[in-house]
């Protein structure tokens, strides 16, 4: 059954006590497994998800499962080099084709159930007696695929029936809240390496995550290190989701690491205006990006269950400084430091979104209608009924 929700945003209504407040959502968006449904839905299955690094499939036969939304989405590169994602179904009785989060295959893919073969663009290429069914048209069972589109170094795939624009929905969008069309482009990201990957199973909703990420309330709190070398964090007004502007880093600190001490070179493309400055946004619906002088870091969520996601989070360098080996540990440590102390308090918050005290949700201070409008962006899909 889809049950749609109509009533009025509860970011809409400020508290009539105190006209400055924003509600936030009620405690139920949080823990529902209805609500969660229709997230995955509406808004993880119509919506360009940014679901693998396309360098972590290095070589043809190369593939990685992932969750998105209800279904299970097969990404692999093919004979010519170029990625293809496709629902991880086979077409005879529809089990699970791979199994594996991630692997490698010879040539072909084959289903363990009946042995199906499907070759990497998707065609079913051999199945057991098959000269022996002339009504199974091979062209007609071959994998469903699910369009895909390389960006920031990244395959981004969309299991709408109709995609939204990618120019629009998802450079667009990431672009218009940089503020500055080249800002992001002089990262190269695409030509960066991975210098680190660390995988957090957050006991959180989605959505706290990314309201966690867009408020900078509780950097004075919770965020020692990152305020020491961005001090402008440190009076709570700083949003980290369209730190367009750039925050500089403190006098004091040489580079972006946990103790302020150097880093390495800069990113050959950027400009002066951008060295010792941190610009940090979201794309919608799923992935953060921060952008230093020297390195790139890219969040993946995954949302798994009203009260589970994982977070994939990618630290990226130029290729030269991953391969001499480099020390990288002061660079990495300063934002896992961040996502361990972010997700630390989202755990604390999610038991409290089924307290009777969360009934009607919480409060946002002034300076933060952008997640007000995160809210009301989150409501508004939920109340589309087209399928
Ligand atoms: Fe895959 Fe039968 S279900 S071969
Ligand atoms: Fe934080």
């Known amino acids: 059954m889809t049950t749609t929700h109509t009533e009025p945003s509860p970011a809409a209504a ?3 006590a105190s006209p400055s407040l924003i509600s936030t959502l009620a405690g139920r ?3 529902d497994p209805d609500i969660f449904r229709q997230e995955q839905e509406k808004i993880f299955e119509r919506l360009w998800f940014c679901a693998v690094r396309s360098a972590d499939l290095g070589k043809p036969g190369a593939f990685r499962t992932v969750r998105i939304g209800r279904e299970s989405v097969l990404i692999t590169r093919n004979r010519a080099g170029e990625l293809r994602a496709f629902l991880n179904i086979c077409r005879h009785r529809g089990a699970q084709l791979c199994t594996e989060e991630s692997g490698e295959v010879r040539r072909n893919l084959q289903c363990p159930y009946h042995a199906w073969t499907y070759d990497l663009d998707g065609r079913l290429v051999a199945a ?3 000269q022996k069914m002339p009504d199974i048209d091979r062209t007609e069972r071959g994998l469903v695929t699910v369009p895909l589109r390389e960006w920031l170094g990244y395959a981004w795939v969309c ?3 109709d995609p939204p624009s990618f120019e629009d929905t998802v450079i667009g969008a990431a672009v218009e809240r940089l503020g500055d069309a ?3 482009d002089r990262y190269r990201t695409e030509g960066l390496a991975l210098g680190k990957r660390l995988t957090y199973d957050v006991r959180a909703n989605w959505k706290l995550i990314i309201e966690n990420f867009m408020e900078c309330y509780h950097c004075g709190t919770i965020h020692p290190e990152l305020t020491e070398v961005l001090p402008e964090f440190a009076d709570g007004f700083a949003a980290q989701y369209y730190v367009g502007h750039g925050a500089a880093f403190s006098e004091e600190a040489t580079g972006f690491t946990v103790d302020g001490t150097e880093g ?4 050959p493309g950027i ?9 940090a946004i979201t794309v919608r619906p799923q992935v953060f990006v921060n952008l230093v002088p020297d390195h790139v870091i890219v969040h993946r969520m995954f949302p798994m269950a009203p009260d589970r996601t994982v977070v994939e989070c990618d630290w990226l360098y130029l ?3 991953v391969d001499s080996g480099a020390d990288l540990s002061k660079s990495v440590e300063l934002f896992h430091r961040v996502n361990a102390q972010d997700f630390d308090a989202c755990e604390r918050t999610q038991p409290a979104m089924s307290s009777r005290a969360y009934r009607a949700g919480g409060v946002l201070v002034p300076s933060e209608h952008h997640i007000g409008a995160f809210h009301h962006w989150v409501t508004d899909r939920l109340a589309e009924t087209r399928t």
């Not at 390495?264 to 990113?267: A, D, E, H, N, T």
């Not at 002066?272 to 941190?278: A, E, I």
Request: proline share 10%; net charge negative.
């Open 14 to 16: 400020p508290s009539a």
């Open 29 to 31: 968006y949080y823990t």
């Open 128 to 130: 057991p007696n098959l």
């Open 159 to 161: 299991l709408a029936d």
């Open 182 to 184: 080249a800002c992001l």
């Open 264 to 267: 390495f070179g800069r990113l």
């Open 271 to 279: 400009e002066d205006t951008q060295d010792r400055r941190y610009y």
């Open 319 to 321: 290729p030269e400084v």
